[in-house]
């Protein structure tokens, strides 16, 4: 069993030495750190999306921008769009679960808002909905995917594709990116802690 352990955590720490080796997907972050200070700055908000995990770690993010992240500040205007089951379950089922998200960006974004999409494959059908809705309005895209970044690649103003195909290994990664990102934003907005 403890080979097993190993073998987990080690695939783990070589998914996150690949992203420190890989300067052009630091660049990418480093710029997505700073549209997100900016949309915040100027009065904007980021939603975020996914689906399953995807959808936790989603969650997850907005709340560190809503909540706090390390410092006692004001709020953030930042939240998942999953976190409505009325709604959701309600579009899901009165027109369809691909338009779950494009109907909540039509309906509660304004151009310089920003939109982030956090799927493995970077091919759900209901994010790149919502990144086709978000590019008409002027939102900015940005996709949290698995290496080959899918349908994503294309769809996205920015992509954030993780050195792996492999689903817990890339949403691990995810979520460090995440509060890289968080941590930064904050610093920017606020002041280090």
């Not at 300067?23 to 997100?36: A, F, P, W, Y």
């Not at 995807?54 to 976190?83: I, M, T, V």
């Amino acid at each position: 069993m403890k080979q097993e352990f190993y073998r987990i955590i080690n695939a783990s720490i070589e998914t996150k030495q690949q992203i420190l080796a890989d300067e052009s997907l630091q660049n990418t972050i480093e710029e997505t750190i700073t549209v997100i200070t900016d949309a915040f700055q100027k009065g904007h908000k980021v939603l975020f999306c996914g689906n399953g995990g995807s959808a936790a770690d989603a969650q997850h993010l907005a709340a560190e921008f809503s909540g706090r992240f390390y410092k006692d500040r004001k709020a953030l205007p930042s939240e998942a769009l999953h976190c409505n089951t009325s709604y959701l379950t309600a579009v899901a089922n009165d027109y369809s679960y691909d338009v779950i998200y494009s109907r909540l960006i039509e309906g509660l974004c304004v151009k310089g808002d920003v939109l982030v999409g956090l799927s493995t494959s970077g091919n759900s059908k209901n994010i790149l909905n919502a990144f086709a809705k978000a590019k008409e309005m002027g939102v900015i895209t940005i996709g949290m995917t698995g290496a080959s970044g899918g349908k994503m690649k294309e769809a996205g103003d920015y992509l954030i594709n993780v050195p792996s195909s492999d689903t817990p290994r890339i949403q691990e990664s995810h979520i460090m990116i995440g509060h890289i990102i968080c941590e930064l934003v904050e610093a920017n907005i606020f002041g280090k802690p």
